[in-house]
């Protein structure tokens, strides 16, 4: 039986208890609108941030990661430069706080000679994902200060920061599980061991099989002129062979 909400009132001044089951109460107290409005607001979609730049340190991709060390985590930010893959700075910490976010990138524009320089450079765009290190008052304030644009990848769409996520799988899994470390000196050696490495001597398919720091300098593009010129006198070379052996097959035939 429904009840109005005036004839609720008069049951609960009676101290009547009243039995009805959950559906009931409901349908009572959404037709007397007691109900509070549930109704989710949808957020607007966020567009995809668009990543095209035509030269190093135009758009910096960063994160952070945690590493076992023993029975504890200690945490690494670092900073991929999108158009070259070159790590540009890093840092190692045992907390994933801001500061430890500011000492990586300091590292970053001091080793890209982005600061005290007689001209005022063109900062790089940063690009991360919406983690609390990444969007805290005080990191923005920090590239508000530097003057540096925060651009940010959409929610729960890790693709759009993929520069940054992929270097942190190679670092885990290509590098850091065949390393046996016990201290945090030893961890943070491998590391930058490992940040040598990728930067100057591991080849990196997506910019053309030349290494990050060669795509980061420009060397890349004589690298890559020599590479198709060496291919072109080898085409010439194997034509020049197979007409040879296709003369010599039709003379030994012919005789």
């Given at each position: ?5 005036r004839?609720l009132?008069?049951v ?37 941030p ?45 907390n ?7 000492k ?18 063109k900062?790089?765009?940063?690009l ?13 304030q ?31 899994y ?24 990728y ?17 980061h ?8 002129k ?6 072109r006198l ?22």
């Open positions: 039986m429904d009840l109005s909400h004839q009132s008069v609960a001044s009676e101290s009547t208890a009243l039995e009805a089951s959950a559906s009931s109460f409901y349908r009572v107290m959404k037709e007397e609108r007691l109900m509070e409005n549930r109704q989710r607001k949808l957020r607007t979609p966020q567009p995809k668009e990543i095209k730049p035509e030269g190093p340190n135009e758009v910096w991709s960063w994160d952070l990661s945690y590493i076992a060390l023993g029975p504890i985590f200690v945490y690494l930010f670092a900073i991929i430069d999108v158009y070259s893959r070159k790590i540009v700075g890093w840092h190692l910490g045992l994933a706080r801001v500061e430890s976010m500011k990586a990138w300091d590292k970053a524009l001091v080793n890209e000679n982005l600061v005290d320089v007689s001209e005022a450079p900062l790089p765009t940063a991360s994902d919406h983690g609390v290190q990444m969007a805290k008052k005080t990191a923005k920090f590239f508000k200060d530097l003057g540096i644009k925060q651009l940010f990848a959409r929610y729960q769409t890790p693709q759009d920061n993929a520069w940054i996520e992929s270097w942190f799988r190679i670092l885990k290509d590098w850091l599980r065949y390393k046996d470390y016990v201290s945090f000196d030893q961890l943070k050696g491998i590391i930058k061991r490992f940040v040598l490495v930067n100057t001597q591991r080849y990196h398919g997506a910019i053309g099989y030349v290494t990050p720091e060669q795509k300098t420009g060397q890349d593009e004589q690298i890559l020599g590479r198709s010129e060496r291919k080898a085409r010439l070379h194997r034509m020049n062979e197979n007409r040879q052996s296709v003369s010599h097959f039709e003379s030994r035939k012919a005789a």
